[in-house]
Each structure stands twice: as structure tokens, then as C-alpha cells.
């Protein structure tokens, strides 16, 4: 099973702009590889990343299989309110990897 | 009749020649579907225009940090930053990062609101070879910015 792991503060003051880092283990199997067979390995990779925050949508990214086996991903918010981030990894096969983490504003 | 002769000889050479070359060129096609093409700049650029619209970019604005060499191509870090005041009138919609040595040129877009606060994003790629990687900035105000490193890589990531 995927797992994904991600850092933020857990504190912040108004208006700051924080870093957010995430990874996700998964394999990202390209569909270029071929197994010892000779067969081709399908392709399921994670193609699309979306982070909201409190319901809002901050960021998203389209993932193609360019990007690395558990994909890391950082990027940056500036958060106004005591809030939760929501993240959500959705696979070709449409399954979708949620986690969730908390912020507190003050 | 000899000079006849030779005449004939002459078009027949080059009917053949004709042929050689059809059946050359039916091969080659047929080489390059059948195989996996590898992605060239004259389709990282085609990729670029349409994912930016049909526009063109202005090299500058955009920073791509990316090792000069990278020893493993599975995972390769990149760091791409925009230089912009990320405010509700004028701030960076997306940016997308593309490969032109690849197998496909798109390698991943991602999307800002002025809440990003910072146009900056982080990510590891693979690389199947040495290549040029562009890095291609969207703004709100419909203009579109890039930049292109080339990175030289050891042993390629694309494997099979």
C-alpha cells in the first residue's frame, strides 16, 4: 500500500509563507520498462497531486512518467488561518492516496 | 541501337533507384513507430506550445536549478523558482517542466494561486539520457517566461 509522508510547521505566524515537503511510496512504473520475459510492464503511476486548504485548492500537479519512483514534491503556502491541508495522490487506475495535516495560526 | 541500349539501361537504373528509395523510406517509418521514439526538441517545443496555448515563451523570469551532471538518471532533483510578486493580480498560474531526450517530453506541470505566496516548486525526474530540460512559466496576465539547462547524465533511468 502507498504511504505518503509529509512535513510542514506545525505552527506559523499570519501571512507567513511556509514550506511544504511530500512523498509518496509508490513505484511510478513507467510503462517503458520490460519484464524478464521481454513483456512490456504496464504503466500506473501517480498522475495528478492536489493540496487544499481548508477546502480551498492551493496547489496541483499533473505527474507524467518523467517524474522519479515516490514522488517528492515541495512547494510553498502562505497561510492566513489555523487550518488543515488536505493532500490527494490519485493513480491511473483512478484509486486515490489521502493524508491530511494540521496547522495552527497565531 | 548500342546508344539505345544504353538509354534504357539508364532508366531502369533510376526506376530502380525510385523504388530503393520508397521501400527505404516505408522502412524507416515503420522503425519509428515501431520502436519507442524518444522525444526530440522539436517535440519538447511542440509539447510546450500546447500545453502554453498556443503561445510563445520569453526566455527569463524562470530559475531551474538542476546538477550540472547527474550520476543516476532515476532521480534526478530539480528546483524550479519564478520570479514574481505571487499577489491576486499578478501572480504565476503554472509551470510546466519538460524533457526533449526522453521517451516523452511532458515531465510535470504544476498549478499556483496567489495563496502558493512563493512561485516555487521542488521534484525529482528521471532522465534517460544527456538532455536539455526546460522549465516554462504561465502568468496570470497571459504572458509565458522559460529557461533551459542542459544536464549530462551518467547512466540513464528509463531502463527496461
Redesign the interface.
Same mark, same amino acid.
Do not use: H, L, Q, Y
Given at each position: 500500500m502507498s504511504k505518503a509522508r509529509i512535513r510542514l510547521p506545525s505552527t506559523a505566524k499570519k501571512g507567513e509563507v511556509i514550506e511544504i515537503k511530500s512523498l509518496v511510496n509508490h513505484a511510478m512504473e513507467s510503462g517503458q520498462r520490460k519484464d524478464s520475459a521481454g513483456n512490456p510492464i504496464p504503466r500506473k503511476i501517480i498522475n495528478k497531486m492536489t493540496c487544499s486548504f481548508n477546502g480551498k485548492e492551493v496547489m496541483n500537479a499533473t505527474l507524467h512518467p518523467g517524474i522519479s519512483a515516490n514522488p517528492y514534491i515541495s512547494f510553498f503556502v502562505k497561510v492566513e488561518e489555523s487550518g488543515t491541508f488536505e493532500f490527494a495522490w490519485t493513480e491511473d487506475d483512478g484509486n486515490v492516496i489521502k493524508e491530511t495535516a494540521q496547522i495552527t495560526v497565531g | 541501337m548500342t546508344t539505345n541500349l544504353h538509354l534504357d539501361r539508364r532508366v531502369a537504373r533510376r526506376t530502380v533507384l525510385r523504388g530503393a528509395a520508397t521501400a527505404a523510406a516505408a522502412a524507416g517509418t515503420v522503425g519509428l513507430f515501431g520502436a519507442?521514439a524518444f522525444a526530440t526538441p522539436e517535440k519538447a517545443n511542440e509539447m510546450m506550445t500546447k500545453l502554453l496555448g498556443g503561445k510563445t515563451a520569453k526566455e527569463g523570469r524562470v530559475t531551474l536549478t538542476m546538477p550540472q551532471i547527474a550520476e543516476n538518471g532515476?532521480?534526478?532533483p530539480l528546483t524550479v523558482s519564478v520570479d514574481s510578486p505571487?499577489t491576486d493580480k499578478d501572480y504565476v498560474k503554472a509551470v510546466h517542466?519538460l *524533457?526533449d531526450g526522453?521517451?516523452?517530453p #511532458?515531465? *510535470?506541470?504544476?498549478?499556483?494561486?496567489? #495563496?502558493?505566496?512563493?512561485?516555487?516548486?521542488?521534484?525529482?525526474?528521471?532522465m534517460a539520457k544527456t538532455q536539455n530540460i526546460l522549465a516554462v512559466a504561465e502568468m496570470s496576465d497571459g504572458s509565458a517566461w522559460m529557461t533551459k539547462t542542459e544536464v549530462k547524465v551518467t547512466i540513464g533511468?528509463?531502463?527496461?
Open positions: - | 519507442s532515476n532521480t534526478v505571487m517542466i *524533457a526522453n521517451p516523452e #511532458a515531465v *510535470a506541470s504544476f498549478g499556483f494561486t496567489p #495563496a502558493s505566496g512563493k512561485a516555487e516548486v521542488s521534484t525529482r525526474m528521471r533511468g528509463c531502463g527496461g
